[in-house]
C-alpha cells in the first residue's frame, strides 16, 4: 500500500530497472520521497538475490536519511532522482520511526552495517565489489580493512574520483574501467546529493549501484560508530554532529528543522 504524498512519476527508463524489492504498490512515502519496506536482514538478502540473477539492466540502490528527505523538498533535481529510485532505504532511525504516523513501520536500514553485511554474506557467491568515492588513502584503508574483517571477499577495483564534475571523457573512461574489472555491484560513497545522482545514472548505464553515505568512513576506521546506545535512541546525527560540528552544524540545523516542520504539517492536514 502508498503511504502519504503522491505516487512516483513514470520515469523513461522504468521499465528496464530491476526491482530489489517488492513493487511500488509497497512503499510508505515521507515527504515525497517513497521507501521501501525492508528489515536488515530482508534487504542484504534480497540485495544479493538481485546480483544472483544478473539483471541485464541497471538498479540504483539509496540508503537516505532525515536530510536526503528535507533536500527533497526544496531541491527538485534530487527530488527527481530519488523519486524515481529503483530502491530508498530508511538509513536514518528518525525517518523509520516518523513512519509509523502514516500507518507503516519502516525499519532501519544502517548504511555502514548494510554494506558491511552485503559484503560478508556475498562470499558464499563469489560477489565482486567494486568502490567509489572517497580518497585514495580511504580507499586503501577500507580494502584492508573488509579483507581482514571479512577474508575472501572479492574487492575487485577501487577508484577515488576528481572532486569536480567529471567531464563525458572522464565519466566514460570511469564506466569501461568498472565495467572492466566485472563488478557485480558499485559501492558509491561521494556524499549527498552527489553519490546519489552517481548511482542514478551508475544504473542508467546498467550497472547495479548503492549510495551507502558515509559507510566508506566508517568501515576504513577513518570516522568511529556512535555507541550503541546511541543508536538505540536515533541519536546518531547528534553523536556526528558533536564529531565535526565545523562541517555538520548548517546541514543538521537546515535538515532536522525542514524534516520536523514537513512532518509537522502532514498532521496537521492529518
Request: glycine share 8%.
Amino acid at each position: 500500500m502508498q503511504h502519504e504524498g503522491r505516487p512516483m512519476a513514470n520515469h523513461p527508463n522504468t521499465n528496464r530497472f530491476t526491482r530489489l524489492l517488492p513493487g511500488d504498490t509497497d512503499k510508505t512515502f515521507i515527504g515525497g520521497v517513497p521507501f521501501t519496506a525492508a528489515t536488515p536482514q530482508s534487504a542484504v538478502e534480497q540485495t544479493l538475490n538481485l546480483v544472483r540473477s544478473r539483471p541485464s539492466g541497471g538498479t540504483d540502490i539509496h540508503l537516505l536519511n532525515v536530510y536526503s528527505v528535507a533536500l527533497a523538498t526544496k531541491d527538485p533535481q534530487f527530488a527527481r532522482c530519488v523519486q524515481n529510485a529503483a530502491i530508498n532505504l530508511p538509513d536514518g532511525k528518525p525517518v523509520a520511526a516518523v513512519s509509523l504516523l502514516f500507518g507503516n513501520r519502516l525499519k532501519q536500514v544502517r548504511g555502514p552495517a548494510f554494506f558491511e553485511d552485503v559484503i560478508s554474506a556475498g562470499r558464499h557467491d563469489n560477489i565482486r565489489h567494486f568502490l567509489l568515492g572517497s580518497t585514495p588513502d580511504t580507499l586503501s584503508a577500507l580494502e584492508q580493512s573488509l579483507l581482514k574483517k571479512y577474508p575472501g571477499a572479492l574487492i575487485v577495483g577501487t577508484l577515488s574520483p576528481p572532486f569536480r564534475d567529471l567531464t563525458d571523457t572522464e565519466r566514460t573512461e570511469q564506466d569501461a574501467t568498472i565495467r572492466n574489472t566485472g563488478a557485480d555491484i558499485v559501492w558509491v560513497g561521494l556524499g549527498t546529493p552527489k553519490q546519489d545522482y552517481e548511482t542514478r545514472r551508475l544504473a542508467e548505464a546498467g550497472f547495479t549501484a548503492a549510495a551507502v553515505g558515509a559507510a566508506f568512513d566508517f568501515s576504513a576506521g577513518r570516522k568511529l560508530m556512535a555507541p550503541k546506545i546511541i543508536q538505540t535512541l536515533g541519536l546518531e546525527w547528534l553523536h556526528r554532529l558533536i564529531s565535526e560540528p565545523k562541517r555538520l552544524w548548517r546541514r543538521y540545523l537546515w535538515g532536522n528543522t525542514t524534516f520536523v516542520l514537513l512532518i509537522l504539517r502532514k498532521l496537521a492536514r492529518r
